[in-house]
């Protein structure tokens, strides 16, 4: 495995990959790696010949009063765990790299990224897109794998590849859960015991959700109401945002159908997390 630092050394050794014809598949992660990402990493190497995996900690997608400063660190417990699942290309910029001085070109998609995390979170989704595109420039990828965990970030990214004609398709992987449901996030590191419990609150809402669908609840604002009174069992969970949308467009939709997508973010004590679940079967009434 090679441990990029720079952007030329990455754009060399994925042109020469390029050259020989090998498919590259693009893994762009923040780090703290855990079994979620790795799921990226068993899937892209299922379907390209190369897998790279970028490691960044993009100080655009964090605003000013967020934990840019303490999001947590481990290159070399990342390194290790990237080589072991046998990733080709690990590329781990210096903010310099990424962004030199006098950098003063992002990249925006309206609309989409104003909603749900990108309300709560202004500037956030410029951030990502600009330094997704910029990845996808330096490695030019044929895929590239996200978790479903970020179904905001997913619209995002999906809308950026489509109006920019990006030749690099975009896969999206299932959420990995802990045992209990927890949803896996480099954020979990910030939660102590006691708040470990209570973001468990999260995934049943969710599962309510779904539940009500089953059972033939098609509307939003009931099946919200639901899930809200799930979350309010542990009255420490501050809800940030919890909507029923569609999911490329991220607009509200008064009915749930199949495939409608239901996003939750909330405050554990200190610790903001997402969750989400697509519906996926609805009984008809
Ligand atoms: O999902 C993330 O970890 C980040 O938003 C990403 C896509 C790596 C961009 O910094």
New binding site residues.
């Given amino acids: 495995m090679e441990i990029l630092k720079t952007t030329s050394q990455m754009q060399a050794a994925c042109g020469n990959f390029r050259r020989q014809g090998k498919r590259i598949g693009l893994i762009?992660?923040?780090g703290a790696l855990h079994a979620g990402h790795l799921s990226l990493v068993r899937a892209a190497r299922g379907s390209c010949d190369v897998v790279a995996v970028s490691i960044?900690v993009?100080p655009a997608?964090f605003g000013p009063d967020e934990d840019f400063s303490k999001y947590p660190r481990s290159l070399e417990q990342d390194c290790a765990l990237l080589q072991a699942d046998r990733v080709d290309l690990v590329f781990a910029p210096s903010m310099e790299e990424m962004y030199p001085p006098g950098t003063s070109t992002f990249v925006a998609v309206e609309g989409v990224s104003e909603r749900l995390d990108g309300a709560s979170r202004p500037g956030h989704f410029r951030g990502?897109t600009t330094?997704?595109s910029k990845l996808f420039h330096i490695a030019m990828p044929q895929q590239a794998f996200?978790g479903q965990k970020?179904a905001a970030?997913v619209a995002v990214l999906s809308k950026m590849v489509r109006d920019l004609n990006m030749d690099v398709e975009l896969v999206i992987c299932p959420i990995v859960r802990e045992a209990d449901g927890l949803a896996l996030s480099s954020r979990n590191a910030y939660l102590d015991r006691d708040h470990r419990r209570q973001a468990l609150v999260l995934n049943r809402a969710m599962a309510r959700a779904q539940e009500c669908a089953l059972a033939g609840e098609h509307s939003s604002a009931r099946l919200l109401q639901e899930a809200r009174a799930i979350i309010a069992y542990e009255p420490e969970v501050r809800i940030d945002y919890l909507a029923a949308v569609n999911p490329e467009t991220l607009d509200d939709v008064a009915d749930v159908h199949e495939g409608a997508l239901i996003a939750v973010a909330a405050y554990v004590g200190p610790t903001r997390l997402i969750d989400n679940l697509l519906i996926s079967k609805c009984a008809s009434v």
């Fill in positions: 762009p992660t923040m960044f993009n997608q990502v330094v997704v996200f970020d970030q």
